[in-house]
């Protein structure tokens, strides 16, 4: 799986489509796309990320990853809740539940500081 998302490959296809018109309209000279290129546009397509990654905090996707192959997503939402030391960090997690676990069944997440993808894959591989 790249760092592209879906946006990013559709909108690389985008731009090739529109040099193959301008050539054609400027020149009468344009590239067709070909079979072996839309075939390499779909499987692009098909590995690249989804646009509307989850974001979360560095100190939270600290949390997941070292929680993610030890825990179940249930035990880390109830450490969160009912953990003997409350944080800012995990009063994240609770409010966000749904960001959290998107990201914890993705593996890949967006960290809202520096807007860095993060992919558990990466570091598990």
């Known amino acids: 799986m790249s760092n592209e998302t879906k946006r990013d ?3 690389d296809l985008v731009e090739e489509l529109a040099d193959a018109y301008i050539a ?8 067709e796309l070909t079979n072996e290129d839309k075939q390499a546009y779909l499987k692009d397509y ?3 990320l989804p646009d509307a990654l989850p ?3 560095k100190e939270v996707g600290d949390i997941l990853r070292s929680a993610h192959g030890q825990d179940n997503l249930l035990g880390v939402l109830e450490t969160a809740k009912y953990g003997y030391k409350v944080s800012e960090t995990l009063a994240w997690i609770i409010a966000n539940q749904n960001a959290f676990a998107t990201a914890w069944v993705l593996g890949v ?11 558990l894959e990466a570091e598990h591989g």
């Open 24 to 31: 054609l309209d400027g020149e009468g000279i344009g590239e």
């Open 55 to 57: 974001v979360i905090p």
């Open 9 to 11: 490959v559709f909108e």
């Open 46 to 48: 098909d590995n690249a």
């Open 109 to 119: 997440w967006r960290v809202k500081e520096t807007g860095e993808i993060v992919k």
